[in-house]
């Protein structure tokens, strides 16, 4: 940049807005001191500058706090996550009716040892529980083993249905869950602005 | 704005406390609204958007920077959120063709501003809010939100040489309606 060629508009504006090279804004401001019709525009612009950072402040014409805390407090969760989240549960529910045939018979059959007097010595008790364990297991051994007999017994359509159901409510399950992180993971993303 | 007691705020909304996010909404919703009222030049439409700008402030507060100071964050925020709106209602390319062509004057002249200080204040209002969006947003990047070029460009999907022109005529056009006698 020499003194006798002018700084373009640009070079002006990027040298006040400060993004000009080291360089390049040396030079710009070597020009300046020796050029006064450059001089007179930079001042121009940078008039113009401070015009535009006279904007004053106005609050918005109603409070806007009561209205966001009042969103906040009712979807502390977001709505998508909520449904999911009844979806799900609904699921594992019927999961566990269509289940229950199987593990019912352990339930009933369970039988807790008892927990012997304190008379006994620590080893005497723990030998008494470890044989209520073994007899505990081995009667809920049989009724699943009678259970498992009584469902192969059982009418062929529940046989044939049953599963059908177990294996949609899972896939069911399994997609749910993948529409979950894959909105998470859409809700994580930051704004990408779009051309304006 | 004090800055100590922005992170207390923020690590208090992290811990559940919803009223401490509504103490940081009270601090900084005149500024917020601000940049929307700016950039979108309507004041019902800038308060909606102001306050869905605190509500993602919300859900991302997760991701922010407590030692970083919360107003640029939240005032950046809601620029991205009402470019975004800006966007959906962009005019068409020959319509802004004609409002560059619209500016009378020679580009290389910039005339003394008119009128006393409440003039100017007054006329920097109306002139911003008569400039076509893309060339309010450029102004309020900039000159409100203190953004290098290359952080406009990114943040306005352009090039820098992009963002230098559409600075230079939008400074152009404020010139210009500054210092009308009208």
């Given at each position: 940049m020499t003194e006798t060629k002018h700084l373009s508009d640009l070079e002006i504006e990027a040298l006040l807005d400060e993004a000009l090279e080291a360089g390049a804004a040396r030079e710009a401001r070597a020009h300046l001191a020796a050029c006064g019709a450059c001089s007179r525009r930079t001042a121009a612009r940078a008039r113009l500058f401070a015009a535009l950072e006279t904007w004053e402040e106005s609050p918005p014409s109603y409070d806007l706090t009561p209205g966001i805390v009042r969103r906040l407090s009712h979807r502390r969760m977001p709505l998508g996550l909520s449904l999911a989240t009844a979806v799900q549960a609904g699921l594992a529910l019927l999961i566990a009716v269509l289940a229950w045939p199987l593990v019912a018979p352990v339930f009933s059959s369970l039988q807790i040892p008892t927990i012997p007097g304190l008379e006994l010595g620590f080893s005497a008790t723990l030998a008494a529980q470890a044989e209520g364990l073994l007899l505990a297991s081995e009667a809920a051994l049989q009724p699943l083993l009678d259970s498992a007999d009584a469902w192969l017994r059982m009418a062929p359509q529940w046989m044939t249905l049953s599963p059908a159901i177990v294996a949609g409510a899972l896939l069911v399950a399994v997609l749910g869950n993948s529409i979950l992180l894959a909105g998470d993971a859409a809700g994580r993303r930051s704004v990408r602005l779009r051309r304006l | 704005m004090d800055e100590a007691s922005d992170r207390l705020l923020v690590q208090r909304t992290r811990g559940g406390d919803v009223n401490a996010f509504g103490e940081l909404a009270q601090r900084y919703q005149t500024s917020v609204f601000s940049v929307c009222y700016r950039l979108l030049g309507d004041s019902a439409e800038a308060e909606d958007l102001a306050q869905e700008a605190f509500l993602r402030a919300f859900r991302r507060l997760g991701s922010?920077?407590?030692?970083?100071?919360f107003g640029p964050w939240m005032r950046r925020l809601a620029a991205n959120l009402c470019l975004n709106t800006l966007q959906q209602r962009r005019p068409t390319p020959a319509e802004l063709d004609d409002e560059v062509d619209d500016v009378p004057g020679d580009p290389r002249e910039m005339p003394e501003l008119a009128g006393d200080r409440a003039e100017v204040v007054q006329r920097v209002r109306s002139g911003l809010l008569r400039l076509p969006d893309r060339y309010r947003a450029v102004i309020e990047l900039r000159h409100?939100?203190?953004?290098?070029y290359d952080e406009m460009a990114a943040a306005l999907g352009i090039g820098v040489g992009e963002v230098r022109t559409r600075l230079f005529r939008a400074r152009r056009m404020m010139a210009r309606w500054l210092t009308d006698d009208d």
């Amino acid at each position: 940049m020499t003194e006798t060629k002018h700084l373009s508009d640009l070079e002006i504006e990027a040298l006040l807005d400060e993004a000009l090279e080291a360089g390049a804004a040396r030079e710009a401001r070597a020009h300046l001191a020796a050029c006064g019709a450059c001089s007179r525009r930079t001042a121009a612009r940078a008039r113009l500058f401070a015009a535009l950072e006279t904007w004053e402040e106005s609050p918005p014409s109603y409070d806007l706090t009561p209205g966001i805390v009042r969103r906040l407090s009712h979807r502390r969760m977001p709505l998508g996550l909520s449904l999911a989240t009844a979806v799900q549960a609904g699921l594992a529910l019927l999961i566990a009716v269509l289940a229950w045939p199987l593990v019912a018979p352990v339930f009933s059959s369970l039988q807790i040892p008892t927990i012997p007097g304190l008379e006994l010595g620590f080893s005497a008790t723990l030998a008494a529980q470890a044989e209520g364990l073994l007899l505990a297991s081995e009667a809920a051994l049989q009724p699943l083993l009678d259970s498992a007999d009584a469902w192969l017994r059982m009418a062929p359509q529940w046989m044939t249905l049953s599963p059908a159901i177990v294996a949609g409510a899972l896939l069911v399950a399994v997609l749910g869950n993948s529409i979950l992180l894959a909105g998470d993971a859409a809700g994580r993303r930051s704004v990408r602005l779009r051309r304006l | 704005m004090d800055e100590a007691s922005d992170r207390l705020l923020v690590q208090r909304t992290r811990g559940g406390d919803v009223n401490a996010f509504g103490e940081l909404a009270q601090r900084y919703q005149t500024s917020v609204f601000s940049v929307c009222y700016r950039l979108l030049g309507d004041s019902a439409e800038a308060e909606d958007l102001a306050q869905e700008a605190f509500l993602r402030a919300f859900r991302r507060l997760g991701s922010f920077d407590v030692e970083r100071p919360f107003g640029p964050w939240m005032r950046r925020l809601a620029a991205n959120l009402c470019l975004n709106t800006l966007q959906q209602r962009r005019p068409t390319p020959a319509e802004l063709d004609d409002e560059v062509d619209d500016v009378p004057g020679d580009p290389r002249e910039m005339p003394e501003l008119a009128g006393d200080r409440a003039e100017v204040v007054q006329r920097v209002r109306s002139g911003l809010l008569r400039l076509p969006d893309r060339y309010r947003a450029v102004i309020e990047l900039r000159h409100y939100q203190d953004m290098s070029y290359d952080e406009m460009a990114a943040a306005l999907g352009i090039g820098v040489g992009e963002v230098r022109t559409r600075l230079f005529r939008a400074r152009r056009m404020m010139a210009r309606w500054l210092t009308d006698d009208d």
